[in-house]
């Protein structure tokens, strides 16, 4: 086999950076990168739920019985109203501050719930059922607001918030009961609500941290199968990808099949033979290989000279193992036409080998930073290199590794038998040769 092989060409640095920083923020290492993932298109939309809120809140306070409600009611509504626009409209700038925006539009929320909720309970609960009901009102529209920005830590900050002065509230009224007068307020309503929304938090928590799950596997899975397009087909891509999508981005160990066919005396044929004629023959040995590959599902890996590198990874093992024994014959076989097409011009025909191993590899995109290629590492690749050296010696068309072969499991193909060769060295792996028995 000789030396060499194909590379893509030198990527810019400007380019190696934005890769970088793309393969950081998809991963879900830059968490706020998946967050504006999630968001896109959003904020405009999350500015409006505030003002709606806003408005329900005004209405449901004068639905019942408003004239109760102190000036000061309305004045802390009002003021809310122009904080939380405020807050989100400095949220939606972006910039350094947008943070501090969002943690302080969080707290606000936090306050305005917790005020509404105690305000009722010093009221001693007049308005009855319904009262109670609108009084709980912005702790829950408040706590889906916030569950809807995506961000968990400041779903969590609300609904400590709410919980701990809800409850605090609740304690200091059962201490001294004459500062929550009112037969419903105490305990069993205050119980309950509370109760059901530390529910309602726990449930809106758990959605969003699962949902944040699926958005950062399905992002990884799409980065992974952009940067495996550039390699291999679209539809290998995106098996590869969804079948590595929960593991880390970039190289990862995985079981393969490889396959190398290579062309017997090709020096000895480049002597004898002008340039232009064995670059014809190569090419024509290569489109061979390549349409038998793609028919199986396999993928070249690379051109090495005279040689064809060829990878199944996709499926289980044994899947693997029997897509590429079929492609090895069915390289045999074009191979065998080819000859017979080129022997009817006159031209000098070709012998090639093909070799087959299994194992566990690395297998990825290997990016240095300057060049990047998709390709497969490991101890099985230094094997296959020793099955073909042998199966060349042996004057062998197809050889095997045992590996191989006990993956295959089942039945051969009809009129293919194995045979052993033997080896006075006793090499390892055993090497054995597929043989096509001629139809009676």
């Known amino acids: 086999m000789a030396s060499g092989g194909a590379r893509t060409p030198p990527l810019p640095a400007a380019r190696i950076a934005g890769d970088r920083a793309a393969r950081k923020a998809e991963t879900g290492q830059d968490d706020p990168a998946v967050l504006r993932a999630m968001q896109a298109g959003g904020g405009l939309r999350l500015l409006g739920l505030r003002i709606v809120i806003v408005l329900v809140l005004l209405m449901a306070a004068q639905a019942y019985d408003g004239s109760l409600h102190a000036f000061s009611h309305w004045f802390i509504l009002g003021l809310y109203g122009v904080g939380t626009v405020w807050f989100g409209l400095g949220e939606r700038g972006g910039g350094p501050a947008a943070a501090v925006y969002s943690w302080a539009g969080t707290l606000l929320n936090a306050w305005l719930a917790v005020y509404v909720i105690i305000e009722h309970m010093l009221a001693g609960g007049e308005a009855a059922l319904g009262a109670d009901a609108v009084s709980r009102l912005p702790a829950f529209l408040l706590l889906l607001q916030t569950g809807l920005s995506m961000r968990v830590a400041h779903t969590l900050l609300f609904c400590g918030v709410v919980t701990a002065c809800w409850t605090a509230a609740f304690l200091v009224g059962l201490a001294w009961p004459a500062l929550f007068p009112g037969p419903d307020s105490f305990p069993t309503a205050q119980i309950t609500g509370l109760a059901t929304f530390v529910a309602a938090g726990l449930l809106v928590i758990d959605g969003m941290t699962r949902l944040r ?45 490889l396959m190398v066919l290579d062309i017997r005396g090709f020096s000895r044929l480049s002597r004898e033979h002008p340039p232009e004629a064995m670059v014809t023959a190569l090419l024509a040995v290569r489109a061979a290989a390549q349409a038998a590959v793609a028919e199986q599902g396999g993928l070249v890996d690379k051109y090495v000279g005279d040689a064809v590198l060829v990878q199944f990874v996709v499926g289980r093992p044994r899947a693997q193992a029997r897509a590429a024994l079929a492609c090895a014959l069915s390289i045999h076989d074009r191979i065998a036409a080819l000859n017979a097409a080129r022997a009817g011009e006159g031209l000098f025909t070709l012998r090639v080998v093909v070799a087959l191993h299994a194992g566990d590899l690395l297998v990825g995109v290997f990016d240095d930073g300057v060049r990047a290629e998709y390709t497969v590492l490991g101890p099985a690749m230094n094997a296959l290199s020793r099955i073909e050296a042998r199966a060349k010696a042996a004057e062998i068309e197809i050889g095997a590794s045992g590996d191989f072969l006990d993956l295959l499991g089942g039945p051969l193909p009809p009129r293919i038998r194995v045979v052993p060769v033997p080896d006075a060295r006793d090499a390892q792996p055993a090497l054995f040769a597929i043989v096509e028995t001629p139809a009676a």
């Open 213 to 257: 799950e699926a958005v950062t596997r399905a992002l990884r899975m799409e980065h992974e199968r952009a940067q495996l397009a550039r390699f291999v087909p679209d539809t290998v891509a995106l098996d590869l990808a969804a079948e590595d999508a929960g593991s880390t981005m970039g190289v990862h160990r995985r079981h393969a099949c």
